[in-house]
């Protein structure tokens, strides 16, 4: 993990133990929300834990139910089906796109029935998914449609931010993520009452305590609801209100790697690169090409490994998770989960660690294709 955590960033936090409030829901969480709400042009911002929380009480603030069902992309870190299962509802997973990896319109369309409340897309590893036909799928058939842009910040689809394609949308700021605070995530949303609600929710059902601190008198808070508690700290707000200040100057070192590997890897045909379509921009969270069928990956990951160069599978095809044992088959996310090879991919690496992984991949590949 190479999060790109500096000086200023040390600064901000600084700046934190000498204030009086490091908890949640303080000044330096304010100030970030509202620089989130900017920033991704949307209504609200609530700052979080997680991803994961977000997706929780976007759910919850949905009004999913028990029984319900939850159209999921598949190939995917599968906490969006986690996510569905806290609320005891039904993640129905929907296969992806071959050449994108996104999950495919097409698949969420056949899924619906009527036990369907909603969508939940996936920026896979930072490429937007096909927003304009999913938000027509949502609203063809009453559904909401919630955007895991997990990996995406900084990406675009048709000109809009990530963060802003769906009526709600979750971001995480996890160390793996473009920007980060180590742990820590992010609700989107245009819809005030539903932001209102989550944020409640993510503060054990009370209201912010630096609030009622300013209050006259003795108030005691009253508890209406068995919330949680899903705030993010104020000393991770302080690091992501830097971190918010510098993701074109990391998308830009992410932007020079891919268009490195791409320039290196063009022609060899052991591999496919990713595939951008023109209408959106790739926030570059992984560098995930798949291999050619005829090639051993592990062989490949062992190689690489050896050699000082670490790599890994990608991504999940979450309907094989054995915590999801179900009927449905997704074969296209199967094939990506099976085929997939992410390489170096940060915003730290230099011109010759990018070099010597594209020759050691190369090499690799050449002992680990079977003859066909
Ligand atoms: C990383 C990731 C998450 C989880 O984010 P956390 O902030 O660690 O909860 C959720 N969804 C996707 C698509 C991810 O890649």
New binding site residues.
Partial sequence: MHASLGERELAAVAEVFASEWPAGQGPRGKALERELAEHFEVGEAVALS??????HLALLALGVEPGDEVIVADY??P??AHAVRYVGAVPVFADARADTGTVDPRAVADLVGPRTVGVIA????GLPADYTELNAIAERHGLFLIE?A??AVGATYRGRPAGALAPVA?L???G??GITSG???ALLTGDRALAADVRLRSSFGLGSIVDQARVVGLPIPVFHETGYNYKLSDIAAAILQVQLSRIEELLDRRRAVAARYSELLKDEELLTLPHVPLDRTHAW?SYLVMLAPGVDRAGVAADLRAGGIGCGHG?WASHLQPAYETALTCPVSADLFARGLAIPMHAELTEQQVERVADGLRTALRAHARPS
Avoid: I, M, N, Y
């Fill in positions: 997680s991803c994961a929380a977000a997706l995917t870190f906490a969006p996936v920026d896979t590893v895991d997990a990996c979750c995480s700021f996890h793996r993520k742990e820590g995530g969270q991504t």
